[in-house]
Structures are given as C-alpha cells and as structure tokens.
C-alpha cells in the first residue's frame, strides 16, 4: 500500500525485454534506504517486487499483464520513474490510498500555465472515467492528484511546484502516456451493487418463474 506522494526520481538502467514482460533495473538512492529482498517500491504508481539490489541500484520484474496495462513497455535506459516505498504503519497519509495496481492508461493531450500551478489535461477510456470524481483523487504515474474537472472523455490535474519538483509529471511531453489508478472505494462500491442486484434478480428466478415460461 502507498500514499502516492513520491520520495525520489529514479532513471532506468536498463531494459531487458523478453516476448511479453521486462526486467529492469533502476537506479535510485532515497527508496534504497533499508531495502531487502521482497520489498515493495511503487514505481510510475506500479507497485513492483525488488528482486536484487545494490548500494545504487534495484532490480524489478515486470509480467505480462503489468507491461499491458501500465507505461512500463515504454520504458527506455535513461528515462526517469517516480519512485515510492510501502506504507509502513503509523506513518502519515498525506495522500491517499494507493495500491499500486494500475487500472488503465491515459494520454496527456494539454499544459496551460495559471500563475504558479499547471493544468493537465489527460484523456482517458470510457472505463477509466467512469471511476474518475470531481475533487476525488487519482493517482497518476504514481502520484496523488485532486480532480479538478472531468467529463466523458478527459479529466484535469493541477500541479504546484512543489509536485512539479518531486516527480516526472510536468516532464513528459504531450501524447505521452500515464498510469492511471482510480479511487478504489468507487470501484469496491459498484461491485457491491452489483453483486446485490444479481442476486435480487436471481432470487425473482423461482418455480412459478420458470412454469410460466415452459421450463417447468
């Protein structure tokens, strides 16, 4: 679990690809501090396994699935990564509650300056929107945003500097993409309902049911 508030920027090392997943090494200092094998470091908002690690460098493996749903794939020696380590207990949310699994991606389609903030503009799938609230949080590439604005297709983000500062946001370059994480409680609640009609309709399903419509 994370707080999507970014402790340092990490830059790739190196990318070894195989035919669907990765493994990669990236170099870091901050997120190194007391580090042991199996630990988990949030990086673009992914949560990922250390699986070796140096006094510069730790090493990730990243499976199919991650490297579909996330910008991982895109991930070249000498990009920079925003880098978390796990919540430990009794330690401040200063964001919110992010658990490092990636729902989608989004493409950054704007930039517009208002006096010491950055708005961005990102479009999203129907799907990912759907999860996305007015003054609900996001993480994106890691990192715990306030929604701004959205309607069907795109939401924003503003950033102050202090953000622009601790993370890659405000370096990447529009049509990028970014890891998306929606609020989960959304998500928790909508399965829920869900789950509560499917039964509600299973339970209609009874012996005069099915008499009336030549099954009994």
């Known amino acids: 679990m994370f707080t999507g508030l970014v402790e340092e920027i990490g830059r790739v090392e190196s990318v ?24 988990s470091i949030c990086t673009n908002g992914v949560c990922l396994t ?28 000498g990009d920079e990564v925003n880098l978390e380590r796990a919540l430990r ?7 919110h509650i992010v ?17 010491n903030a950055v708005w961005i503009t990102v479009s999203a799938s129907s799907e990912l929107v759907r999860y996305i609230v007015q003054k609900g949080s996001i993480a ?7 929604v701004a604005y959205v309607d069907y297709s795109v939401f924003k983000v503003s950033i102050i500097p202090h ?11 529009i ?22 009609e499917q039964s509600a309709v299973k339970k209609d399903i009874d012996f005069n049911f099915l008499s009336e419509n030549g099954f009994a």
Do not use: W
């Open 16 to 39: 070894v690809k195989s035919a669907k997943s990765a493994r990669i090494v990236i170099k870091a200092k901050t997120v190194l501090e007391g580090v042991k094998l199996g630990d």
């Open 50 to 77: 250390v699986t070796s690690f140096d006094s510069s460098s730790f090493t990730i493996d990243a499976m199919a699935e991650t490297m579909r749903r996330s910008n991982l794939k895109n991930l070249s020696p």
């Open 89 to 95: 207990v009794g330690d401040r949310l200063g964001g």
């Open 99 to 115: 658990s490092g699994h990636i729902d989608g991606i989004g493409t950054i389609e704007d930039y517009q300056r208002e006096d």
């Open 140 to 146: 994106m590439d890691g990192v715990s945003l306030t």
């Open 163 to 173: 953000t622009k500062d601790m993370t890659t946001l405000l370096r990447k370059k």
């Open 175 to 196: 049509g990028d993409e970014v890891n998306l994480e929606c609020d989960m409680i959304g998500k928790y609640i909508e399965k829920f309902i869900g789950a509560k």
